[in-house]
C-alpha cells in the first residue's frame, strides 16, 4: 500500500494532477482514499486494501 500512496511522478506537478496515482493518504485525517480525477482534490475514504483486502487503520475521526 505505501508503495502507491508515495507514488511520484516526474510529469505532474501534484498527486491530484496525476492519472497514475490511484490512492492518497491524509496525514491530517489519518485516512486513505481512492483520488477522483476530476480537475480537483478530492477523494473517496476507503477501509480496505484495494490490492490485498485487509483492512486499513480506523480513521480517528470514527
Given amino acids: 500500500m505505501s508503495s502507491h500512496v508515495n507514488r511520484r511522478c516526474d510529469q505532474h506537478d501534484g498527486l491530484f494532477a496525476c492519472p497514475d496515482v490511484l490512492i492518497g493518504y491524509s ?3 489519518q485516512e486513505y482514499g481512492l483520488i477522483i480525477h476530476d480537475g480537483g482534490t478530492s477523494s473517496i475514504a476507503i477501509d480496505f486494501c484495494p490490492w490485498c483486502g485487509r483492512r486499513l487503520p ?5
Fill in 58 to 62: 480506523e480513521s480517528p475521526r470514527e
Fill in 27 to 29: 496525514a491530517e485525517s
